[in-house]
């Protein structure tokens, strides 16, 4: 068995995760790699919704019975955990949503719509990067559409870094919102936050981090990211699906005007007008995913209770491994950063001239999960001249067994198409 120092406890962390003990295809124990996209849940969390629907349904905040008070007191302290986890100056920064695309439309609509000085217009400038998910490309392509705002965006470098290099020409005084994901979805990139932040911050622009794929990870501080806006979703992180967070500073809540009406999110509503709660809750209209932040809420104390410093380490040594490991096989070309330094866990390839999808559904046969397409982040793909990619993702249980699965399983690969 391979010794790799740094490694978590992962024989014990897998007993947590009933899907890990699946077999598929007459047998063959699965390897999950694909991460990126979802990961697998604890029994921990299973079992807080299973006890929330069985001893706790009903809806929050409106009735005064015993099941009402519980439903809402589990949810708000959902908002409270997760509010710890990133270290939120206040729980009422924190709103609930039903994914990350979710809270950056969110964003986007409300600059749409604000007053000055927060208004996005035909007079000022959206900056984005070719890096992004499509969730943090569309949304401001969308609001550019409509208020004639100019978008821009940081191009890629060979090795899959941001272009930096002309930064004072991209991010101006008309700049009015910078967004952009903290590690790359596709190519695991780490981004320099502090560099574009003080630049953002010269200009007055607002800052909007994606880090969807950052707060599963790694420690996530968002007094420390000194960003204005941040976006995450639960189900990357042990969570369910149907949960997502978007963290905003206090001050901008309150001068924000809402983008979903309904239920909830008012205080009072005459035929003539309304007026709105104060944040969170002015965002969060209507009956929201209260047993999904039940299952927040037990995944953020899941992974707290390991600790995300050491998952991070975990999660390093792992993916430095699984690097040097790829190395070895011929014809494998690294989409993006081909060292394990200022990476996250997440690593895209493609093989010779087999297509990604064929490399995929092969690997499927060994037992292999992986990720196959362009992975919602087409630009990239179209930068270095590829139709998709194959990508790996690693996470708290995955293991050096798992990889030296994957390097087999693609010598496979590549013996059966010759």
Not at 319 to 333: F, H, Q, S
């Amino acid at each position: 068995m391979t010794h790799i120092p740094g490694l978590l406890d992962t024989e014990a962390i897998r007993k947590d995760f009933p899907l890990l003990d699946r077999q598929v295809h007459e047998g063959k124990k699965i390897v999950y790699l694909d991460n990126a996209a979802t990961s697998q849940k604890p029994r921990q969390v299973l079992d807080a919704l299973n006890a929330y629907y069985e001893r706790h349904n009903a809806n929050v905040h409106r009735g005064v019975h015993v099941l009402a008070e519980e439903a809402t007191e589990l949810y708000e302290g959902a908002r409270d955990k997760v509010a710890a986890f990133i270290n939120a100056p206040s729980r009422d920064e924190v709103i609930f949503t039903k994914n990350a695309s979710e809270s950056l439309n969110l964003v986007a609509n409300m600059l749409g719509w604000a007053d000055e000085p927060y208004r996005v217009d035909h007079e000022t400038e959206i900056v984005i990067t070719e890096m992004e998910h499509h969730s943090n490309i569309v949304p401001w392509q969308l609001l550019s559409q409509r208020t004639g705002a100019k978008l821009k965006w940081f191009g890629l470098t060979d090795d899959g870094r941001l272009d930096l290099s002309t930064i004072d020409e991209v991010i101006t005084d008309r700049t009015k919102v910078v967004s952009f994901t903290l590690v790359s979805n596709l190519m695991g990139t780490i981004n320099p936050v502090e560099t574009i932040i003080r630049r953002a911050q010269e200009v007055g622009a607002l800052v909007v981090i994606d880090a969807s794929q950052a707060a599963p990870h790694m420690v996530l501080d968002v007094q420390a990211l000194q960003a204005d806006f941040v976006a995450f979703t639960g189900h990357k992180m042990c969570g369910p699906t149907g949960i997502g967070v978007l963290w905003g500073r206090q001050e901008l809540l309150e001068d924000l005007p809402p983008f979903l009406g309904g239920g909830e999110m008012i205080e009072t509503v005459s035929m003539h007008s309304s007026t709105y709660a104060p944040a969170p809750h002015k965002f969060e209209a209507g009956t929201p995913p209260i047993a999904q932040a039940v299952g927040l809420g037990a995944a953020v104390d899941y992974l707290t209770a390991i600790g995300m410093d050491k998952i991070a380490a975990h999660e390093h040594a792992i993916t430095e491994y699984a690097v040097k490991r790829l190395l070895e096989v011929p014809d494998l070309r690294f989409i993006g950063p081909s060292t394990a330094e200022d990476r996250g866990a997440t690593i895209s390839f493609t093989l010779g001239d087999i297509h990604p999808h064929d490399v995929g559904q092969v690997l499927d046969e060994q037992g292999i999960a992986v990720r196959v397409g362009h992975h919602c982040a087409r630009p990239v793909c179209l930068r270095y001249g590829i139709p998709a990619t194959t990508r790996a993702s690693f996470y708290l249980y995955s293991t050096p067994a798992e990889v030296d699965a994957l390097v087999e399983g693609l010598e496979y690969v590549r013996n059966f198409f010759g």
